[in-house]
């Protein structure tokens, strides 16, 4: 019995998966980010690798899980045997969509991605660590998802390092997070 439940498991993380379910996410709570303008001063590196660090403690302790679909987490070199990968983030929206910084719930490891969802076009996720370092771009079609060059993802990559850093500043201080 055992070994059919592990046949049926295996046979069914080969199915392909819709490219809607590369993040699946309860449906979202109002942001208690602010939303950040667009002519945001460029981001410091030094400045980023701090930002980052209080943007991932904020999300692991003040936010929704969701999941990274296996396919999308096998395209970012992230999967986990075919499934998904458990994540918390945070989310804010944007002018013409949403944004979401989310931290990967995987033991030993420093993942985040940041998924921007704009109106009409195919939602593009970002690979990236604490430190802000662009690792992949994956860009999800409705009817496939594929990895782009982080030349090609370098611009989109660029824009929302600098609105998740302007939304940090709205953050509460470091000593008023839950231990």
């Excluded at 930002?51 to 999941?67: A, D, G």
């Excluded at 499934?83 to 983030?89: A, G, H, R």
């Excluded at 998924?115 to 076009?121: D, I, Q, S, T």
Aim: with cysteine.
């Amino acid at each position: 019995m055992n070994v059919l439940i592990a046949i049926v498991v295996v046979l069914v993380s080969l199915l392909p998966v819709s490219s809607h379910a590369a993040i699946n996410r309860p449906p979202r709570d109002p942001s208690p980010i602010t939303i950040p303008s667009f002519d945001a001063i460029p981001v410091d590196r030094e400045l980023l690798g701090d930002v980052f660090r209080r943007l991932r403690e904020y999300t692991l302790t003040n936010s929704e899980q969701s999941t990274i679909g296996p396919n999308a987490a096998r395209l970012l070199g992230l999967e986990i045997t075919g499934l998904s990968i458990p994540t918390k983030n945070v989310s804010s929206s944007l002018p013409d969509g949403e944004c979401y910084f989310i931290v990967s719930l995987k033991p030993d490891t420093d993942d985040i991605v940041i998924l921007e969802m704009r109106e009409g076009a195919p939602f593009i996720m970002y690979l990236t660590n604490s430190k802000g370092e662009l690792r992949a771009g994956l860009v999800n079609h409705p009817s496939h998802s594929y990895l782009i060059t982080n030349e090609q993802a370098a611009a989109g990559f660029r824009a929302l390092l600098e609105f998740w850093t302007d939304a940090a500043k709205t953050l509460p201080s470091n000593e008023s997070f839950p231990k």
